[in-house]
């Protein structure tokens, strides 16, 4: 009779456990938060690949989505099918939400990729040649930031209210007859065949396995306003994640990674 009450009490511990997990179990993965990251291929990825394993000490599951362009990571965004992006500078989202009605807002800077010349026909832009051809990106902000790039080089100069959205219409001196290629950004370094210089984004250039420091033949000044930011939708910002996103980013084993990674070409902006 004792065996049996003692077996009744035994099964019955056993069943409120079974019943306490089961219980339990919701509540625990109820703190994990799961959020979907754009960027694009190269150094955004491989920094992010980095944020997702501090990011995970504090309760987020990253899912980092590699994109091959700048349009669609920001309407992915927009639509939802995405939580943030990281892979833009502030001049390039301020047009994108006032082109496209966008509620995006960027909520912490990241790094900055110095924008570089390269070329694989001369060694020094004083070989250009009169009516070379210059292939630069399509997009208004990068666009106008690698002609201020050329300016500062004193290749060409522009208008004095040209801003950082210049574009080949707002040229007024190109002594040399430079003629410009305007290309989506991600295709500037198959372009290198065909022109005599290209001015290339650097993630895009050490995706093709160009060094900016080695390679480039002239280079931005990492002190400009084109560092890049985290971007989230307006909705979402006083959402518990964002604090969390920013600390794994900002974090010293990510800032530490960049540095080692990159020796310099990519530069923390925090």
Known sequence: MQRRTLFKLLAGVGAATVFATQFTA???AADAVTLKVGVT???HAQIFDEVKKVAAKDGLNIKVIEFSDYVQPNAALSSGDLDAN????????????????YKLESIAKTVIFPMGIYSKKIKSL???????????????????????????QGLIKLRADAG????????????????????????????????????????????????????????????GPYANVLV???????????????????????????????????????
């Open 86 to 101: 990281s892979y833009q500078h502030q001049p390039y989202l301020d047009a994108q939400v006032k082109d496209r009605g």
């Open 41 to 43: 291929g190269g150094p």
């Open 164 to 223: 950082l959205k210049a574009t080949p219409l707002d040229v007024v001196e190109n002594p040399k007859k430079l003629k410009f290629v305007e290309l989506d950004a991600a295709q500037l370094p198959r372009s290198l065949d065909d022109v005599a210089v290209a001015v290339i984004n650097t993630n895009f250039a050490m995706e093709a396995g160009l060094n900016p420091k080695r390679d480039s033949i002239a280079i931005e000044d990492a002190n």
């Open 126 to 152: 004083a070989d250009l040649k009169s009516g070379d051809k210059v292939s630069l990106p399509n997009d208004p902000t990068n666009g106008g930031r690698a002609l201020l790039l050329l300016q500062k």
């Open 26 to 28: 919701p509540a625990v």
């Open 232 to 270: 989230i939708r307006t909705a979402d910002k006083n959402k518990p994640w964002v604090a969390k996103l920013i600390k794994a980013y900002h974090s010293p084993e990510v800032k530490a990674f960049i540095e080692k990674k990159f020796g310099g070409s990519v530069v923390t902006a925090w």
